[in-house]
Every structure is written in C-alpha cells, then in structure tokens.
C-alpha cells in the first residue's frame, strides 16, 4: 500500500501548526515546528506568496485533515463518499468517521505515541478486537467495541513506555481505557463537539462539492 515516506516535520510546516505527527518528540525542543515554523521552501522564511484564493483556503484545509489522520487522497476521497451517502450532515459524519478508524482510536487511548506508530503496531497485529485480531487500520469501531493489546505483545517496550506517560495524555470521553487490563472500551461515538481539533470541515465538503 502506498503511503508518505517523506519528512512529516515539513507537513506541519506547510499547515502553519503542530499535527503531532512524531508523538511526544513534538511536546520536546527538538520539535522542527517550533524551531522553524515558517512553510517550507524558497520562499517560506520570506513570506512570500500572495493573497490565498477560495479554492486554495479549501485545499489546505483538506491536506491538513488528511495529515492529520495520515490518510492519502485516494483513501480520503473513499471517505468522505461514504461519508457524503451517510444520513447526517456530511462534515460531521466525515469527521465521526476519521475519528472511528482503528488507528486514530489506538492512539486516543495513549497506548502509542502516534497515528504512525499506531498503523504500524496494527499491521504487526499487536492488537485484538473483541477478542479476534484486527490488522486494518481503516477498521471502523463500533460503540461497545473492546480492544485490547494481546497478551505477548505487552511485553513491547514500546507499549510500556507509552503506558507509562499516559496519566499525562487527555483521553476522550467517548473512550473508555483500563490501564492495568491493557484494555480500552468504546463507550459512544465521538460526537462533533468531542472532537477537538482546529478544523473546518465545511471547507471540505465545498472543495468537494464543485
């Protein structure tokens, strides 16, 4: 599956804010963002560019979504047709609907300390789903979903040291995490006002819609 292998400090540079794309290293003085945080490229120190269009506005506010989430066009355009066929206002069930992935949800719950190192511990199939071994990252949870890190796989350090710094990272309320269990229990789904995150997802359904 093809996917961005190229410098994710550059994406929060090119967004004008912070995506916590590398976990904790962005919370640190090594964060790229805080130390150049103008765009990247000839002319992002100077400030050049002119007066952003509409569809420019649209745009950026579409990548940034997608950085966020660490989804490509194809997948994200598959998205928000799904979302757009979906009763509900369609922003909304397009957000609900990034937030539901398993990889999203697996960083929620401060098991890792990214979207990245979610999609990788998935793929490895560190982790089950109501008792059965879920590797999709794009798998949409359900409200009473249990997931759970499987019983070697506790032992990863990586797991460990997330855990450990955990009483630190702020868990949604429609999540549920047992840190003792290695578990966490979808308790609802997230609704609009619970995600909170700087976007306008209005400007992506009009992208979308010419």
């Known amino acids: 599956m093809a996917r961005y292998i190229g410098p994710v400090c550059r994406l929060c540079r090119r967004e004008g804010m912070k995506l916590f794309l590398k976990g904790s290293r962005c919370l640190t003085e090594k964060c790229a963002f805080d130390r150049r945080g103008y765009p990247p490229g000839q002319h992002g120190q100077s400030g050049k560019g002119g007066k952003p269009t509409e569809y420019s506005i649209q745009l950026r506010e579409k990548q ?66 109501n008792g059965r071994k879920v590797n999709l990252p794009s798998f949409l949870v359900r409200e009473g979903d249990v997931l759970e890190i499987r019983g070697k796989s506790r032992e990863d350090v990586r797991f460990k040291d997330a855990l450990e710094n955990l009483g630190s990272k702020i868990i949604p309320a429609w999540l549920e995490v047992e840190k003792e269990n290695y578990r966490a229990k979808v308790t609802s789904l997230p609704s609009r006002e619970e995600i909170q995150l700087p976007i306008n997802e209005q400007l992506i359904v009009e992208l979308y819609s010419k």
């Open 64 to 129: 940034k979504v997608k950085h966020i989430y660490g989804l490509l066009e194809r997948q994200f355009r598959g998205v928000f047709e799904k979302s757009a066929q979906t009763k509900g206002i369609t922003g909304e069930v397009l957000l609900q609907s990034l937030e539901r992935r398993l990889d999203n949800v697996v960083y929620k719950t401060g098991f890792v300390q990214s979207r990245r190192e979610a999609r990788q511990m998935l793929r490895h199939g560190h982790f089950v789903v």
